[in-house]
C-alpha cells in the first residue's frame, strides 16, 4: 500500500510538474517580449541627467514549490553528485518570474527605468527531512517615471 | 534615454537532459549499487548467522519479549482459581499441537539441544508463524479451517523446518543487517522521498531470500508428511485455505514474502512420494472439530 502512494506521489509529481514547468516557461517568455521596454539596471544610481526624475519603490515577489519527482531526482542527485538540473530550471523560473513582476509593478507605476535592481533568495522549509521546501525570489529596485 | 534591454538566450540556466533520462540513469546507478550492497551483506549474514547457538537464540526471543502475548496464561492447580471451560479447551488443544508436533519431530529429529514449543491462539486470524527460539505459534482461525490432521501436520511440518533451517535467526540477523546498511545510506541523504527510494530497494531485493526459505521448508515438510503418514494427501488444503483468503489482495500476493500460492500447490502435486499403503486422511479430533 504504501508502494502504491509512493509510486502515485512521483507520477503525479512528474506529471503535474512538468506541465506546469512547460505554461510557466511559455507564460514567462510571452510577458518578457511584452515588458522589454521596462529597462532594467544594477547600476546604483541613474546618470546625473535623469537625477531629479520622479522614482518610485518596485518589486516582485515569486515563491515556488519543488515537486514529489523534482525532490526525488535531486536526493539521487545528491548521491552521486552533479549539476541538480531538477533544481536549475526551478530557480530559473523564479528569478525570472520575480524580475517579470517586478517590471510589470513599474509598468503599472508608470516608471520605463528601474535602477539598483537586486535579486534576494531565501528558501522555506530549509532542508528540514520530510518537507517539501519551496524556493523564494524577491526582486526590487528603483523605478524612474519619465 | 538610449538604453536598451535585449532579449538574451535563456536556454543556457536550463539542464539540457530530459528530466526522466537523467532520472533514469540515476535510478540505475543507486540502485543497483543498493541492490548490490544488500545482497552481499545478506549472504554474508546468512552464512555466519548458522553459528549462533540455539541457547542464545532462545534467550534473544525471551530478551525481544517475542512470546508475551502469544503464551497462554496457565491456571495451575495451586492457585485456587478454577480454569474455565473455554480455557480447559484451549490447553486441550495446545496439548494436542505439542504432540503432533513432537511425533512428526520423531520422524527426522531435530540436531541436539534445539526444541519446539508450540503455542495456541485462541483468535481468528488465519495464519501461523514460527519465531525465535522455535516457538510455533498457531492462530485457531487457520486450524478450524483446515479438514484433516494431514493438513495441520503440513503447518507443523513446514514452521518445524523453519526452525531446522534456522530461518528466524537467519531472517533477522539479515533483517538488521540490511537495515543498518540502508540506515548509513538514507542517515547521510537530506531526502526523506529519497529515504523511501532506498527503502523500497532494500524490500524487493530481500523478498527472493523470504521465499527461497518457503519452498525450502516446504519441500522438507512434505517429506516429514512422507514419512510420517506414507503419503502427502491433504497437505495441498493448507494452500487452498491460504489462496482462499488472500484472494481479494491479489496484488498483496505480488508483495508477499511467500511464494504465490498456486506454486506452491503444484509442488505438492508433483512431490512424487507415494509407495501405494494405504492413503486416507486422518481426522482432527473432537476438540478442534466443534469450533
Redesign the interface.
Known amino acids: 500500500m504504501d508502494l502504491i502512494i509512493f509510486l502515485s506521489l512521483v507520477v503525479v509529481g512528474y506529471v503535474a510538474g512538468s506541465i506546469a514547468e512547460k505554461r510557466h516557461f511559455a507564460s514567462i517568455r510571452k510577458r518578457e517580449a511584452e515588458l522589454k521596454n521596462v529597462l532594467t539596471f544594477s547600476a546604483r544610481m541613474p546618470p546625473p541627467r535623469d537625477m531629479n526624475r520622479d522614482s518610485v519603490f518596485v518589486q516582485g515577489n515569486v515563491v515556488i514549490s519543488v515537486d514529489y519527482f523534482k525532490r526525488l531526482s535531486a536526493g539521487l542527485r545528491s548521491l552521486l553528485g552533479g549539476r541538480v538540473g531538477a533544481y536549475e530550471s526551478l530557480v530559473d523560473r523564479a528569478r525570472r518570474e520575480a524580475v517579470l513582476r517586478m517590471k510589470q509593478s513599474a509598468q503599472d507605476q508608470g516608471a520605463t527605468h528601474i535602477f539598483n535592481v537586486k535579486l534576494e533568495t531565501s528558501s522555506i522549509a530549509k532542508g528540514n527531512r520530510g518537507q517539501i521546501g519551496s524556493v523564494e525570489i524577491f526582486a526590487y529596485g528603483t523605478g524612474l517615471i519619465p | ?1 538610449e ?3 535585449p ?1 538574451v538566450p ?1 536556454e543556457v ?3 539540457k ?1 530530459h ?2 533520462a ?2 533514469s540513469w ?2 540505475l ?2 540502485g543497483g549499487a543498493t541492490v548490490g550492497v544488500i545482497l552481499i551483506l545478506a549472504l554474508l549474514a546468512d552464512s555466519l548467522v548458522g553459528y549462533i547457538p540455539f541457547k542464545l537464540e532462545q534467550r534473544l526471543a525471551t530478551t525481544f519479549g517475542l512470546l508475551e502475548d502469544h503464551i497462554p496464561e496457565h491456571h495451575g492447580a495451586g492457585t485456587g482459581t478454577p480454569a474455565n471451560a473455554g480455557d480447559n479447551a484451549n490447553q486441550e488443544i495446545q496439548i494436542y499441537l505439542q504432540s503432533l508436533a513432537d511425533t512428526l519431530i520423531k520422524q527426522d529429529p531435530l540436531p541436539e539441544g534445539m526444541s519446539i514449543t508450540v503455542h495456541y491462539r485462541d483468535d481468528g486470524i488465519v495464519n501461523a508463524f514460527t519465531t525465535l527460539g522455535g516457538h510455533i505459534i498457531i492462530h485457531r482461525g487457520l486450524v478450524t479451517r483446515l479438514e484433516s490432521e494431514n493438513a495441520l501436520a503440513m503447518v507443523m511440518a513446514h514452521e518445524i523446518e523453519h526452525i531446522r533451517g534456522r530461518h528466524p535467526i537467519r531472517a533477522t540477523g539479515r533483517g538488521l543487517i540490511i537495515t543498518l546498511a540502508l540506515f548509513s ?1 538514507t542517515g547521510y ?6 529515504d ?2 532506498v527503502n ?1 530497494i532494500g524490500f524487493f531485493s530481500t523478498l527472493s531470500f523470504s521465499r527461497e526459505h518457503e519452498l525450502q521448508a516446504d519441500k522438507a515438510a512434505l517429506q516429514l508428511l512422507q514419512h510420517h503418514y506414507g503419503h502427502v494427501l491433504g497437505a495441498d488444503q493448507l494452500f487452498e485455505v491460504l489462496k482462499a483468503e488472500g484472494d481479494s489482495e491479489a ?1 498483496n500476493t505480488f ?1 508477499s514474502t511467500h511464494p504465490l500460492h498456486d506454486v506452491r500447490i503444484d509442488a505438492i502435486k508433483h512431490f512424487n512420494g507415494s509407495d501405494g499403503t494405504s492413503r486416507e486422511l486422518v481426522p482432527l479430533p473432537r476438540a478442534l472439530g466443534t469450533h
Open positions: 534615454m538604453y536598451e534591454n532579449q535563456d540556466n536550463l539542464p537532459s528530466p526522466l537523467d532520472f540515476m535510478l546507478a543507486v545510506i541523504s537530506d531526502s526523506s522521498v529519497l523511501s527510494l523500497y496484488f508483495l
